[in-house]
């Protein structure tokens, strides 16, 4: 057998395994046999069994303790919580104040990013007025004054 009839050979079992996979894929899975419905006297919630039930608050028979309980409550309600975590007012003032304004960003070869805020260019480290760069990413830089840091971003087109 010479060498071309040897290709020949392997290319058309070759094949035939092709061919045998693809039909096997296309009749998909077999189809399940429909199951048989059952009655809807079996279909039931479950109930739980064995729960305890719930046990009654206890009544407090001494006034004086609930009137200290209540006393105590009122003083927590009075105590000054600080700055609200959920809440970016002071942020969103201190910014609205400074009118910051990314205009674009370049990342060189050596992988610095540059970045152009209102008429100066800066990079990271720089102050712009009371705000020190802190990292230029992609589409956003990151901004510190003082202990509140915030990032500005690229506008939309």
């Given at each position: 057998?010479?060498?071309?009839?040897?290709?020949?050979?392997?290319?058309?079992?070759?094949?035939?395994?092709?061919a045998?996979?693809?039909v096997?894929?296309?009749?998909?899975?077999?189809?399940?046999?429909?199951?048989?419905?059952?009655?809807?006297?079996?279909i039931?919630?479950?109930?739980?069994?064995?729960?305890?039930?719930?046990a009654?608050?206890?009544?407090v028979?001494?006034?004086?303790?609930?009137?200290?309980?209540d006393?105590?409550?009122?003083?927590?309600?009075?105590?000054?919580?600080?700055?609200?975590?959920?809440?970016?007012?002071?942020?969103?003032q201190?910014?609205?104040?400074?009118?910051?304004?990314?205009?674009?960003?370049?990342?060189?070869?050596?992988?610095?990013?540059?970045?152009?805020i209102?008429?100066?260019?800066?990079?990271?480290?720089?102050?712009l007025?009371?705000?020190?760069?802190?990292?230029?990413?992609?589409?956003?830089?990151?901004?510190?004054?003082?202990e509140?840091?915030?990032?500005?971003t690229?506008?939309?087109?």
């Open positions: 057998m010479s060498k071309q009839q040897t290709e020949i050979v392997i290319t058309a079992v070759l094949i035939g395994v092709l045998l996979l693809v096997g894929s296309l009749k998909g899975k077999a189809k399940k046999k429909p199951v048989a419905e059952a009655p809807e006297e079996a039931k919630p479950a109930q739980p069994q064995g729960l305890p039930k719930a009654p608050m206890p009544e028979k001494d006034e004086n303790a609930a009137k200290k309980m006393t105590l409550q009122k003083e927590r309600a009075q105590i000054a919580w600080g700055r609200n975590p959920f809440s970016a007012l002071k942020v969103s201190e910014f609205q104040k400074a009118h910051l304004e990314l205009k674009g960003i370049s990342v060189g070869k050596d992988k610095k990013a540059l970045a152009f209102n008429t100066e260019i800066v990079k990271q480290g720089d102050t007025g009371a705000y020190e760069v802190v990292e230029i990413e992609k589409d956003k830089v990151l901004l510190r004054k003082g509140q840091s915030f990032y500005i690229l506008p939309e087109e």
